[in-house]
């Protein structure tokens, strides 16, 4: 099995390199367990900071329940987040450098303490979250035409590209996350609304879930990182040409452009 975790390991970061996809890891190897699957990527991260690059934080995904029905699974996943993926807020991504890209806006939270599970509540990342800000994800998949299943976007780190990062940073005392807002335009046009329920109930929820799911490879948050809960609508489709903006009324907003 470990042979096979370093070659699928292999594979996915040779697509990304060379913006390839591959076919579907489910297609070809049907014994693997969603356990293994997150000893793929955790294989693919090591490779990756033995290049030389830095965690900066994590990602939940498939948190609502639709992508969850889609894919046939009953709980979220997660990837890593690395410091060549993060853009601020107003600045242009190459589409080409991505295979099939997709956005999703998110609460983003940076946190002030670490958290390490197992058996944490909302309510501990609660108290240990520094500040939220708005963020839009941009997910990738190497997997060829999106024909994902909860074990292909394990492996391929949670379908994660980039991570795009407003300036606003608002403490959580005042806020009440579960029912903050998010309205989402492409191109001047308002294309999906949502609000902070849509990930498990409440943001902090999916927080909690990922660093209760860490814990069982000896895995924690660390203070400084930046964690995304998940999405509060649908994933879009962009093109080059596209500039896409989410709008979170007090917590402020988050531009990117495509080229």
């Known amino acids: 099995m470990q042979t096979l975790i370093e070659k699928l390991a292999e594979e996915l970061l040779e697509a990304e390199r060379a913006i390839k996809p591959i076919s ?17 990527q955790l294989e693919v991260v090591k490779r990756k900071l033995a290049e030389g690059r830095s965690i900066i934080g994590k990602k939940v995904g498939l948190t609502s329940k639709a992508m969850q029905h889609m894919l046939g699974v009953n709980e979220p996943d997660y990837g890593h987040l690395f410091d060549d993926m993060k853009v601020e807020t107003d600045e242009m991504v190459n589409i080409d450098l991505m295979v099939a890209p997709k956005i999703e806006a998110e609460i983003g939270f940076i946190l002030g303490e670490d958290l390490k599970g197992p058996n944490l509540t ?36 949670g379908s994660s590209a980039k991570v795009v990062v407003g300036k606003r940073l608002s403490t959580i005392d005042q806020i009440d996350l579960r ?21 498990l109930g409440h943001p902090a929820h999916a927080v909690a879930w990922l660093a209760n799911k860490l814990s069982e490879f000896n895995i924690s948050l660390k203070a400084g990182e930046l964690i995304l809960p998940g999405a509060l609508s649908a994933a879009i489709l962009v093109s080059s040409g596209d500039t896409i903006t989410a709008e979170f009324g007090t917590l402020g907003s988050v531009s990117v452009h495509f080229e």
């Open 24 to 40: 579907p890891i489910t297609d070809r190897h049907d014994t693997l367990s969603v356990v293994d699957s997150y000893h793929v």
């Open 122 to 157: 909302y309510l501990d990342v609660m108290m240990a979250t520094k500040y939220v800000v708005p963020t839009i994800e941009i997910i990738d998949s190497r997997i060829v035409d999106w024909r994902i299943k909860l074990i292909d976007t394990i492996a391929d780190n």
């Open 179 to 199: 029912i903050a807002s998010m309205v989402l335009y492409k191109n001047e046009e308002l294309i999906a609304t949502g609000a902070g329920a849509a990930a």
